[in-house]
């Protein structure tokens, strides 16, 4: 193809929440930018999702909040309800208000915001195939163009914002990033959008996003249920990858029918995706290259959002970009301020939720219903633990609880454990290194209560 350029600052692969928004950031400062993407400029956007974001990520980048065609409602909380449907807690604080977002229109704008930067060089219907190396150092891509031609593109700097199955991070040479993302930090997402007749008012609880838990009908996961406007909702569910292949089945028994009560329905969009649901990778970079979004497993392992960490990772990577150019460094030494940035915010309340997802999931239904109704965790407290990942409990409320517990007191043991651990692996990102020399010593003492974890983990298995 004429005329296309060949030499950049930085590429980035992807031009989804992630990759948008670090081509923006990265051109602003005046990088040579160029933004690959497979899909055609205009579908770009288009992803299976539950569609829901909420309000902090736009003030922590100051960019415009969703609105217009770009929003589909606004979200007052969340409603956590116990398998049994019994107890609802209401999470509901400013700071979890958040959008339900029309998920093209909202990628178009974050497209559209690259572009206008100053992104040098644009290229849809273009599939990364492979990297390109310089010695031990990533230095470009391999492409395959819309015409079929196969080029190399050259980078100072490579961005994957290539999502979850990314080709980059599984070829990639390096000892410090993991290839492979393991089945049980994965969870199989199903979803549908529902719209009612005008006339029938079936949506429920407009103003809030619903999330009922339940090791049966969603087991690893949970079903929600998220209006999209006042005459359309976007329900589904996410389970362990065990289940693969009988997803939509479980939709359509566990979900579908339990909380569609209306015959007069259309199904506007309908499919699957996968989700990681872990801390994020070990080590988001190495020489010449940093991840990004869900191919560096930046997901609330919580509830699965990965928007918000995506775009943060986007912003970080571009900053550190920008310094490493100036310095003439790409080396792992000059991005590791990129890890720095992510372990330290959003990677120390997943890290901590990591362990608190790891522990639902091997909670029976009984279990969940129990911790729920009697309210061993209050609104305000998961609210706490799920925006930072900590649980500060008084030591009068821990003997309350544990009076409360005592019918249950494995469960109630385990959950102290679990919120000392949490608060332990939340202080270790924390103080993750400034240095890559201290990183060994630091990856050895998170495995360590990783592995306390598991153990526990077991044994609640078997006790129960
Ligand atoms: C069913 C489901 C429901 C979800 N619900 C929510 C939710 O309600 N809220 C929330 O915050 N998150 C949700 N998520 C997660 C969220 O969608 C992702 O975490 C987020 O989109 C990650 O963005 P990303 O930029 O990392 O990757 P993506 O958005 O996946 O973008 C990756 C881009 O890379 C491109 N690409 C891939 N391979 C290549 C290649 N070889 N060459 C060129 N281009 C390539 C793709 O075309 C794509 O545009 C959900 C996910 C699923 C599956």
């Known amino acids: 193809m004429e005329n296309l350029k060949n030499n950049f600052d930085v590429i980035v692969v992807g031009a989804g929440t992630g990759g948008s928004t670090a081509a923006r950031f990265a051109a602003e400062k005046g990088l040579k930018v160029c933004l690959i993407d497979r899909k055609e400029k205009n579908k770009i956007g288009d992803k299976i999702c539950g569609d829901a974001v909420g309000t902090d990520v736009f003030d922590f980048l100051s960019i415009k909040h969703p609105k217009g065609e770009e929003l589909s409602c606004r979200i007052k909380g969340a409603k956590l309800y116990s398998p049994d449907l019994k107890k609802c807690i209401d999470l509901t604080d400013s700071k979890q208000a958040g959008y339900i977002v029309n998920r093209i229109e909202f990628g178009q704008r974050l497209l559209n915001e690259a572009l206008d930067a100053g992104v040098e060089q644009f290229m849809d219907k273009t599939m990364v195939l492979d990297l390109l190396y310089n010695k031990n150092f990533v230095a470009g891509v391999k492409v395959k163009l819309k015409n079929g031609e196969k080029i190399d593109l050259k980078s100072k700097i490579l961005i994957d914002a290539s999502g ?38 079936s949506v429920k609880d407009p103003e809030y996003i619903s999330i009922c838990l339940n090791s049966e009908k969603a087991p690893g996961g949970y079903i929600w249920y998220f209006p999209k406007n006042e005459s359309s909702v976007n329900i589904g569910l996410g389970i362990f990858m065990d289940y693969k292949g009988k997803v939509k089945n479980l939709y359509q028994q566990n979900v579908f029918k339990e909380y569609i009560k209306t015959s007069k329905f259309e199904i506007i969009s309908s499919g699957g995706g996968v989700v990681p649901v872990r801390r994020p990778i070990w080590s988001c970079a190495d020489d010449g290259i940093m991840l990004i979004g869900d191919a560096a497993c930046q997901v609330n392992p919580l509830h699965g959002g990965g928007i918000d960490p995506s775009m943060r990772g986007g ?8 310094a490493a150019i100036e310095k003439e460094d790409y080396s792992i030494n000059a991005l590791w301020g990129y890890n720095y940035s992510v372990m330290t915010s959003f990677g120390a309340e997943f890290a901590s939720l990591d362990l608190l997802r790891m522990t639902l999931q091997v909670l029976s239904n009984t279990d969940l219903n129990f911790a729920l109704q009697q309210d061993l965790l209050s609104g305000e407290e998961i609210l706490e633990i799920s925006s930072t990942g900590r649980i500060d409990l008084s030591l009068l409320n821990l003997v309350t609880k544990a009076f409360k517990g005592l019918s249950k007191p494995n469960l109630l043991l385990d959950l102290n454990f679990l919120r000392i651990k949490m608060n332990e692996i939340s202080k270790l990102y924390k103080n993750f290194p400034n240095d890559i020399v201290k990183f060994e010593e630091w990856k050895s003492k998170v495995t360590q209560v990783y592995d306390k974890i598991k153990k526990t983990l077991i044994k609640t298995k078997i006790v129960n």
């Not at 529902?194 to 006339?199: I, M």
């Not at 912003?315 to 920008?322: I, K, P, S, Y």
């Open 164 to 201: 979850f199955y990314s080709p980059i991070r599984k070829n990639v040479k390096s000892d410090l990033i993991e290839k492979e993302i393991l089945k049980e930090d994965s969870i199989l997402c199903y979803r549908e959008i529902v719209k009612f007749s005008p006339q029938d008012l």
């Open 315 to 322: 912003f970080f990577a571009a900053n550190t970009a920008l």
